[in-house]
């Protein structure tokens, strides 16, 4: 029987995000109708679909051997378990998440001190309790279920919500008094499993690679011909992950020049490139970059 580890891969908002990153990674993840399983293109890896929130606990318990999870849920579930990489990606965007406090626009609370003896809604109701203690401050911290942002001020004075971009809070009237938390997506592995050789060197190679298709995304290759001559001018206007790799040619006259660029500055440069002498100018995708 094919060894296998047992991978969570986070439901909801992050499901499809992961997806993709495993596809660039060279991993086919496949999601069928309502199944929790879905499939993917490797068969020492069983997947298992588990909303973010729970999967720390799963993983420590020996549920599940590894998982893709939020560093804010660790914390929340107070979680012991080993944190191989940072993934730094969300629905949004590439930045991580916040977790903020934020009141009503006309509510008199300005700080921590200010939540004495109040009400606040939160998911992430250790974390906040946690938080209030560091200021000296007890306050009624409720669960909320969601739709979080809409209960000031009838049915909390505040509450503590994860943004990325804010742009909820403030179409809700909602102003920031603090931040408690930056978070980013985490793959972590149960202790136990980990230390199984095997599964250990499995979920490394796997980390490894998820690590190689993030550093490539937004950043291209480009490979082009150049004079000897023109060199000098070319390698002025690359800016290079690393040194650009110059290969002699048949022709000793010229060389090949290969570098990897951020994709967002290739229309401006490669005008440039070509005005200083470089020809046959190839712009390629890159899938992974692995140092």
């Known amino acids: 029987m094919t060894q296998q580890i047992r991978l969570g891969i986070p439901a909801g908002s992050l499901q499809e995000a992961t997806a993709e990153l495993f596809r660039k990674a060279g ?10 399983y879905p499939a993917i293109d490797d068969p020492e890896i069983h997947c298992t679909l588990i909303r973010a929130q729970e999967m720390p606990r799963y993983v420590q318990d020996g549920s599940l051997d590894c ?21 730094v990606f969300s629905k949004v965007s590439r930045r991580p ?24 809604a939160t998911e992430v109701v250790n974390l906040v309790r946690r938080w209030l203690a560091t200021h000296g401050v007890e306050a009624n911290v409720e ?8 209960k000031p001020p009838r049915l909390a004075d505040a509450i503590v919500d994860v943004t ?22 985490r793959f972590i592995a149960n202790e136990r499993c980990y230390a199984d050789p095997w599964k250990k060197q499995k979920m490394d190679d796997l980390v490894l690679m998820l690590q190689g298709a993030m550093a490539a995304e937004g950043k291209v290759g480009l490979m082009m011909n150049v004079q000897q001559a023109d060199l000098a001018a070319v390698l002025g206007i690359l ?9 002699s ?39 992974k970059i692995i140092d």
């Open 27 to 36: 991993y086919k993840i496949t999601f069928s109708g309502r199944s929790y």
């Open 67 to 87: 998982g893709l999870t939020g560093y804010d849920w660790i914390l929340e579930n107070e979680a012991k378990v080993v944190e191989l990489a940072e993934l």
């Open 97 to 120: 998440v916040r977790w903020v406090l934020a009141v009503p626009n006309d509510s008199p609370i300005q700080t921590a001190k200010d939540l004495q003896g109040k009400r606040i």
């Open 143 to 150: 669960f909320s279920w969601g739709a979080t942002e809409v």
């Open 164 to 185: 990325e971009t804010g742009s909820s809070l403030k179409a809700n009237n909602l102003r920031i008094v603090a931040e408690l938390l930056q978070s980013t997506t």
């Open 239 to 247: 800016p290079a992950l690393q040194n650009p790799t110059i290969s």
């Open 249 to 287: 040619l048949s022709d000793k006259s010229w060389v090949a020049v290969n570098t990897i660029i951020d994709e967002n500055i290739v229309r401006h440069i490669i005008p440039q490139l070509k005005a200083a002498g470089a020809r046959g100018i190839v712009e390629y995708p890159l899938n």
